[in-house]
């Protein structure tokens, strides 16, 4: 399961979009806000995240903070997704694996992300 956490409607249904193009069998929630998307991981630990930084309520900031916290979370890979420039070094304390320019970013750098840290290859998955 891939959690999506990006307040913009549109663009969490981009994302899971590039996700199922990949045809990896990979699986996709979406979560408006971080309190969401922390109450499911209650339920199921995500094998990865993409992660909006500029969200309604606790920004995405809080959010990594609250993974970082907890053992069965912190090593959990994110793909900050935001329109806001960082450094990839400067967020990698928090889990941070990589950094997607929302006004850039093209589907296979996504799907990129999903092969490398879902162990997840092309026509089904593993």
Known sequence: ???????????????????????????????????????AIVDEIPEMIFLDVLLDGPDGFTFLNELMSYEDTEKIPVVVVSGIRF????????????????????????RKYVRKYTGKEKNGGK
């Not at 409607?9 to 990949?22: G, S």
């Open 1 to 39: 399961m891939i959690f999506i956490v990006d307040d913009d409607r549109m663009m969490a249904e981009c994302i899971a979009r590039a996700i199922r193009a990949e045809d990896s069998g990979a699986e996709t929630k979406i979560f408006r806000n971080g309190i969401e998307a922390m109450a």
């Open 87 to 110: 450094e990839e070094q400067s967020l990698k304390d928090y889990g941070v694996v990589g950094v997607l320019d929302k006004a850039t970013m093209y589907p296979e750098q996504i």
